[in-house]
């Protein structure tokens, strides 16, 4: 309902994988092997509330916003007294220069124009496609090896890593999140009689997690040139 394209957002998935196994000693010992990958490349349906034409301003220092309250015009309010103003007139408010050129000027601003209705209260809605993109790689290796035929000795070893990338809706930032787990298992096992068995068993398990938030450029990759810097560093403490 909300893409503006003509035919549906583009939505594909891969999953694709292999395994092998076989003898490495005849009748001792054997191995298996096996990868599965999954790709996705999925666009979402997001909307977005952004400023109008006129609470974005032309650069002259101002924009235009409806007031509320019995503050100052010049910080949002209607003012107060026999000068107040109706509640919802537009008021012109400061906007800095810094601002305007990061967030609301040249061709490919971080608040986006508006492509949808007027919402009042100084917004419009902004409705876009941002391509999310899934990518997970498992595999598997196990070798077994049997002594005799009392004692026997398996490991396997286990690799999952898995990353997200999910753009905002506005197309600014980028949830980053990156998920791996590896575990290594050896055992072995010992018939000690017809009703006795002994199993010892090892094991190492590590798993991490990151998941962050990107700043986008212009290309829609992780980086800082749609910002000036000084507004995410303070020059004094660099």
């Not at 979402?44 to 007031?67: E, I, M």
Request: hydrophobic residues 30%; aromatic residues 10%; proline residues 7%.
């Amino acid at each position: 309902y909300f893409d503006k394209t003509l035919a549906p957002p583009p939505f594909h998935r891969s999953q694709f994988g292999g395994a092998l196994g076989g003898p490495i000693r005849k009748d001792n010992t054997f191995f298996f092997m096996n990868y599965e990958g999954f790709r996705s490349s999925k666009s979402l349906s997001d909307t977005a509330n952004v400023p109008n034409a006129a609470a974005r301003g032309t650069g002259n220092g101002f924009g235009q916003l409806p007031c509320s309250g019995s503050g100052a015009t010049t910080a949002g309010g209607c003012g107060s007294g026999g000068a107040a103003l109706p509640t919802g007139t537009l008021v012109n408010v400061p906007v800095a220069s810094v601002i305007y050129n990061d967030f609301l000027a040249g061709s490919n601003p971080i608040y986006p124009v508006c492509n949808g209705p007027e919402l009042g209260g100084g917004l419009c809605t902004y409705s876009s496609n941002p391509v999310q993109r899934i990518i997970e790689d498992y595999g598997v290796v196990k070798i077994d090896h049997r002594f005799s035929g009392n004692n026997s000795l398996s490991s396997s070893y286990n690799i999952d890593k898995a990353s997200a990338l999910t753009p905002s809706n506005i197309g600014a930032t980028m949830d980053d999140r990156v998920t791996g787990r590896n575990t290594f298992t050896l055992q072995d096992t010992y018939i000690i009689s017809a009703n006795v068995v002994s199993t010892a068993r090892f094991g190492i398990n590590r798993s991490w997690y990151n998941d962050q938030r990107d700043l986008l450029d212009g290309n829609g990759n992780p980086g800082t040139s749609r910002v000036d810097p000084t507004m995410i560093i303070n020059p004094n403490n660099i």
